[in-house]
């Protein structure tokens, strides 16, 4: 096995784990948006795990120059500014509407990541 397999596999799991975290918290907030009544530990609980899968992910990353391809540095960005969006919307109260983009543009990204390690995509919401 290569250098690149060895650790794709390794970090491969913290890049599913912070996604299925993620779009848990996305579907949270679309429950919120139907009228129905959300679990705020959850939703706050989610995107803990999330974030967390995430920035342990970005550490092993900047630890192994073999993983180097643009499409971490994407996902990096994109999970960024939505945990970013995310915490600023729900502490001021505001609109969804910016974090929900923001979600999309974090599954396209995660999708391209995808491809290149070899893992199923999720899908962009409507």
Known sequence: MDNFSYHKENISEFAVTSMINYQRVYHL???????????????????????????????????????????????FEKAGQFSREFTSSR???????????????L???????ASLLGLNPFNVPE
């Open 107 to 113: 599954v396209k990204s995660y999708n391209e990541l």
């Open 29 to 75: 907030l679309s429950d919120e948006l139907d009228r129905e009544k959300i679990n705020e530990h959850a939703l706050y609980g989610y995107h803990s795990m999330a974030y967390s899968a995430f920035m342990t992910m970005k550490s092993y990353y900047l630890q192994n120059d073999i993983l180097s391809h643009h499409e971490f540095d994407s996902f």
């Open 91 to 105: 502490e001021t109260n505001h609109s969804m509407q910016w974090t929900f983009g923001y979600y999309n543009e």
